[in-house]
């Protein structure tokens, strides 16, 4: 973290401002006014504040890049100005910010007992019946529950989340009950609503042990306390009868396949992914806490604020604030070892040759593309330009994946495989509902 103050003094932009209206009144045309002639303090009714607020933050940032002294930012800065209010007219003020900046650590962050662990699923016979219950449950109508019953329904299910607050936790633990999977006693939520606080005993959340500790690396039912959650919400569901569950399902790439393999097939992948989610977090979570990395929430939140703000029109994936919040903590971690550890380095020549090679196996390619590379590979000087202005506008990206890469093969050579802990299906489907 730098943290600090930085002072844009009335003298250092009053000039420029005063230069800028200047220009704008020569080149406004705004009717009943002969061009050029529009008075000063129209401009700077309409353009004042906007002007004024570019100058002063273009010096804002100069002096900022100049107090960190070449470290590279990781994200935005979060600020304070004061005053809030610009002064677009005389007599002008100086503008004081403070400022907190995550930057890239000057040395790579020490890893201390780090407890790495690759989570495998551990298949039991009846996994696939469990499956197809799940997704009747899932595809099923719900019915919100205002208060939950002292009994169980027999003729219908129930699914309650809840979310915990953990103490020591990067982001909030989501936790679900339902009576498919039944992981603590009903008792403690007979009677609850959503919106109440509800007291989890360590001994209740025993069958979430490995979940939690994707979360909460040293988490144990046996050291751990009471745990305050809040009920988000509860609802009942009535499961789609098999035949319309398949109807919902998309089964055209499993043709030849008996009805078994398929479902065999469906279940397989969908626990890789809740494997791939879990071993990701769990494997962020583990360094992140051995390096005792947290960032202050005011950054996490302006920082996903502009994120949003940049990604209102883009498609794909949208990060959740939790997933956010883990992402900025990790690049921290990752910075710190990907530009200090020289063996984490990749030169331009390495880039180069590694988009080549990807442009090379490209497959699909249109004639007049396919020309172009022929050429590209038979001369040494036209290929050497066309990279190194493919790398000046693309290839960052392709550096870090690279180093991504290098840094996961640097860390197992390093810190030791991690310990598999296979988990049967009925935890992974914790989260599912």
Do not use: C
């Not at 045309?29 to 100058?55: D, K, M, S, Y």
């Not at 000057?106 to 201390?112: G, T």
């Not at 403690?188 to 979940?211: N, Q, R």
């Not at 090379?360 to 990279?387: G, H, I, M, Y």
């Amino acid at each position: 973290m730098a943290e600090g103050e930085i002072a844009v003094p009335a003298a250092a932009y009053e000039s420029a401002y005063r230069e800028q209206l200047r220009k704008l009144r020569r080149e406004l045309v705004l009717p009943g006014f002969r061009p050029g002639q529009v008075p000063v303090e129209v401009v700077i009714a309409r353009h004042g504040e906007a002007v004024l607020a570019e100058i002063v933050t273009q010096q804002f940032i100069e002096a900022l890049d100049k107090a960190l002294e070449g470290r590279r930012l990781v994200g935005f800065p979060y600020y304070h100005r004061h005053p809030e209010k610009y002064q677009v007219q005389p007599p002008y003020v100086d503008y004081h910010y403070h400022v907190q900046a995550l930057v890239v650590p000057a040395e790579p962050l020490p890893l201390r007992s780090v407890a790495r662990v690759r989570y495998t699923y551990q298949a039991q016979a009846d996994d696939v019946a469990l499956y197809q219950r799940i997704l009747r449950m899932a595809f099923g109508e719900l019915e919100p529950v205002e208060i939950l019953p002292d009994v169980l329904p027999a003729d219908k299910e129930l699914l309650v989340r809840l979310r915990w607050e953990a103490p020591g936790a990067r982001e909030p633990i989501r936790l679900s009950w339902n009576t498919l999977l039944q992981p603590f006693p009903w008792s403690l939520l007979a009677g609850k609503k959503p919106g109440d606080k509800v007291l989890l005993p360590a001994a209740a959340l025993s069958t979430y042990a490995e979940y939690l500790r994707t979360y909460l690396p040293e988490y144990s039912p046996l050291t751990a306390g009471d745990a305050e959650a809040v009920i988000v919400s509860a609802a009942y569901a009535r499961p789609l009868d098999m035949e319309a569950l398949k109807k919902q399902l998309d089964f055209s790439g499993f043709q030849g396949m008996s009805e078994e393999e398929i479902w065999q097939a469906l279940l397989q992948r969908h626990i890789e992914r809740i494997l791939r989610e879990w071993n990701t977090r769990a494997h962020q979570t583990a360094l992140l806490h051995a390096a005792d990395v947290h960032i202050p929430a005011e950054i996490v939140q302006y920082n996903y604020l502009i994120y949003l703000r940049q990604r209102t029109d883009a498609n794909g994936h949208l990060r959740s604030y939790e997933e956010y919040q883990m992402d900025i903590a990790w690049q921290v971690l990752f910075a710190s070892y990907a530009y200090n550890e020289p063996e984490l380095r990749i030169s331009d020549e390495e880039l180069e040759a590694q988009v080549w090679e990807k442009i090379k196996r490209v497959e699909n390619l249109s004639p007049e593309t396919q020309a172009l590379l022929e050429k590209l590979e038979t001369s040494d000087e036209e290929r050497k330009a066309f990279l190194a202005t493919f790398v000046e506008n693309q290839g960052e990206s392709l550096r870090q994946a690279m180093q991504v890469e290098r840094f996961n093969v640097w860390l197992e050579n390093r810190l030791g495989p991690p310990q598999e802990r296979p988990v049967p299906a009925n935890m992974l489907f914790l989260r599912v509902l």
